[in-house]
Each structure stands twice: as structure tokens, then as C-alpha cells.
Nanobody
Framework: QVQLVESGGGLVQPGGSLRLSCAAS????????MGWYRQAPEKQRELVAT???????HYADSVKGRFTVSRGNAKHTWYLQMNTLKPDDTAVYYC???????????????WGQGTQVTVSS
């Protein structure tokens, strides 16, 4: 069974930094795109950043220049470095991945359980 597990959330003051981590495990053949989404209370889930297997990145306008998505040295891990955090960044952050499992013929999207990020003084 494929699992995605996030870590690194917490409470931080405005202007501070946090780094989120995501680790995927299970019978994974290949991961094509790794991403981060967030959902604030009473709002829809929105894309934050993605990175492809080849290293191409994409960011939401609201986080450009402040957040950086990267792949880890360990297999099937990726990160979201968040700097200059603002109260509007407060949300549950989810990692996701488009991946193909061993023996599978198509790629599907998998999600982590989410980690809370709260930006407040």
C-alpha cells in the first residue's frame, strides 16, 4: 500500500520559516510529479508548488519568491521550504504525488494526511 507522510508543520511567527517534508513508501515504480497543496478553513484546497521527476518546478503566485519545493536525496522524499511566512499561509498542508506502482499500468494521485501550519504572533 502506498503511503505519503508529511512532517514539519507547527506554529511560527509572521516572518518566520518552516520546512515541510514528505516521504512516500510502498510498492512505487516511479513518481512523476510531487506536490504541495494547502487548505485553509472554509476555503478550497489550492496548489502551492509542484516539482517533476526532471526537476521542473511550478509555484502559486502567492508563494513565489518565498517558498521552495525540492526533492530529497533519499528516494521518494521531497520538501517545501517556507520563508517569510504570513498569517495568510495558515492552513493544513498536504503533499501529493502522481505515481505508478510496481505492476501497475497507469499513474494515480496519492495524498498525505496533512500537517497543520499556523502563522501567528
Amino acid at each position: 500500500q502506498v503511503q505519503l507522510v508529511e512532517s514539519g508543520g507547527g506554529l511560527v511567527q509572521p516572518g518566520g520559516s518552516l520546512r515541510l517534508s514528505c516521504a512516500a513508501s510502498g510498492p512505487i515504480f516511479s513518481i512523476y510529479t510531487m506536490g504541495w497543496y494547502r487548505q485553509a478553513p472554509e476555503k478550497q484546497r489550492e496548489l502551492v508548488a509542484t516539482i517533476t521527476y526532471s526537476g521542473n518546478t511550478h509555484y502559486a503566485d502567492s508563494v513565489k519568491g518565498r517558498f521552495t519545493v525540492s526533492r530529497g536525496n533519499a528516494k521518494h522524499t521531497w520538501y517545501l521550504q517556507m520563508n517569510t511566512l504570513k498569517p495568510d499561509d495558515t492552513a493544513v498542508y498536504y503533499c501529493n504525488a502522481d505515481l505508478r506502482t510496481i505492476g501497475g499500468s497507469s499513474a494515480y494521485t496519492y495524498w498525505g494526511q496533512g500537517t497543520q501550519v499556523t502563522v501567528s504572533s
